[in-house]
């Protein structure tokens, strides 16, 4: 109702009320005591009113008005429907507050909203994980206070002096995972806060050194041959030297280093192709008794020279879900391996099994060598990897074979397992789960 419109009704029942006041005053010749008492009342009624609502206002449990007329009804019911508004406009900014908070904790970056001094306002879970900020008890708190990193406060600080935020990002350990690397960018925020994200980046860093290191490798490994051969070849370019090369002796170096350089572009490319192959390994059965007895044959040939005693003991009845050329060069490896790393005479065993409870069945080559230092045990199947580098180069080896095997295995749902102590041997196994055997029975008849 518009503001003149209550003004002049309040006015005309105020006047009508003196009126009818003064008129009593005057038929009882009290005129002045009538006016005063209607104004009596009238001030009480009022005094009633404001208690009322001053009493609704304070009270946390009543949401209703209290029962009233006339214009203190109006603004009764006027409060009441300003506070429902109110109570539904604070519900839906409570429930955007609450996706904004909900979509933050979901990010997969750790973030941190601080101000421009560095004060912590608001951080999410991961940053709780990933920096080991606590919540609520870090709130205000100095972020440069809490990640010590020089590199980090370096970075902070640029910002702080020049207003503007650095692009690049700065890399810190993790204060809580060992071994962590995080990578963290800053970003400008409202009126002036900085939104710090970070994230966990140890894994791409690993590639990305794994990459440099596979370069470096791969170029050593065939530089090393090269200038074998370039020496000779410059040397059978050169007359006065020509004469002097021991003919076949060059040749047959030449002819070494480049079966060596073959080998190890052929493991690279196996490798690859491993690593690249996404073949279902349930489509072909591939049966493992038969494939082990033509590597049987290989070993025996291989294995002319050092005379090793090896024994196989297969198991008839097992065959196995996969891919044939990648299982038989994951055998063939350990084999091969057990052959040339075992001083000349030793034991060779080789066992395929089926481990009748679990289902499972289980491949193991052991051998009576030398066997290999626990230090060296994890990092075996890395690319390149070897024990003694000159002895397993010597005898041809690129340090590719056992990482082979892990490839081949983890696309076959196993691991290589692998044990040894030093002076009384070495054992590679690894086991098929039972959901990958195929156990054949043998009718009786
Ligand atoms: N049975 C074993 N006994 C002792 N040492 C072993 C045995 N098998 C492997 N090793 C050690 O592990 C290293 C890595 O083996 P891996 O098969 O990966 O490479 P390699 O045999 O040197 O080369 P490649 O297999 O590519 O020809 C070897 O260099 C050797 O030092
Ligand atoms: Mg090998």
């Known amino acids: 109702m518009p503001l003149a419109k209550h003004f002049y009704r309040v006015f005309y029942r105020l006047l009508l009320l003196l009126g009818f006041a003064a008129l ?39 949401l209703y008005p209290p029962s009233s007329n006339g214009l203190w009804s109006e603004i009764f019911d006027g409060i009441y429907r300003l506070q429902k508004k109110n109570r539904q406009r604070r519900k839906e900014l409570g429930q955007v507050l609450k996706r904004f908070r909900d979509g933050a904790e979901a990010l997969p970056d750790a973030a941190v909203v601080v101000e421009s001094s560095g004060q912590i306002i608001w951080c999410n879970r991961l940053a709780r994980q990933l920096f080991g900020l606590r919540w609520p008890d870090d709130n205000g708190v100095l972020i440069t206070h809490l990640l010590r990193y020089p590199e980090f406060i370096q970075h902070f600080n640029l910002h702080a002096q020049s207003q503007t935020l650095p692009e690049e990002p700065v890399l810190i350990p993790s204060p809580t995972r060992r071994d962590s690397i995080i990578e963290v960018r800053m970003v400008p925020y409202a009126l002036g806060q900085i939104l710090i994200l970070g994230r966990d980046v140890t894994q791409m860093q690993r590639l990305n050194q794994m990459r440099k290191d596979f370069i470096a490798n791969v170029s050593h490994e065939l530089r090393t041959p090269l200038t074998v051969l370039q020496g000779y070849l410059e040397m059978m370019q050169d007359p006065d030297m020509a004469q002097a090369l021991p003919g ?24 690859s192709r491993i690593e690249a192959n996404e073949e279902n390994i349930f489509e072909h059965v591939v049966d493992v008794p038969n494939l082990m007895s033509l590597i049987e044959k290989e070993a025996n040939q291989l294995n002319a020279d050092k005379g090793h005693k090896i024994r196989f003991d297969i198991h008839p009845q097992v065959k196995i879900f996969g891919v044939e050329e990648e299982l038989r060069s994951a055998f063939t490896n350990l084999i091969k391996n057990a052959i040339r790393y075992t ?32 230090k060296h045990l994890n990092r075996l199947t890395e690319r390149f990897y070897r024990v003694d580098k000159a002895r397993s180069r010597a005898t041809g080896g690129s340090g590719l074979g056992l990482s082979i095997v892990k490839h081949v295995l983890a696309h076959h749902k196993s691991e290589l397992e692998i044990s040894s102590v030093v002076g009384e041997g070495s054992r590679f196994s690894f086991s098929f789960p039972a959901d990958m055997v195929v156990f054949e029975e043998v009718s009786k008849n």
């Open 24 to 62: 009593l005053g005057l038929i009882i010749d009290q005129m002045y005591l009538c006016i005063g008492l209607v104004l009596l009342v009238l001030v009480l009624w009022y005094s009633y009113n404001l208690i009322q609502l001053s009493d609704w206002l304070s009270s946390k449990k009543n």
């Open 248 to 271: 076949t002796k060059a040749v047959d170096m030449m002819s070494d280093q480049t079966i060596r350089m073959f080998s190890l572009v052929n493991q690279l490319l196996v490798l």
């Open 343 to 374: 001083p000349a005479g030793g034991e060779i065993d080789v066992i395929w099994c089926y481990c009748k409870d679990k289902g499972t069945a289980c491949f193991k080559v052991s051998d009576n060598g030398d066997g290999i230092e626990e």
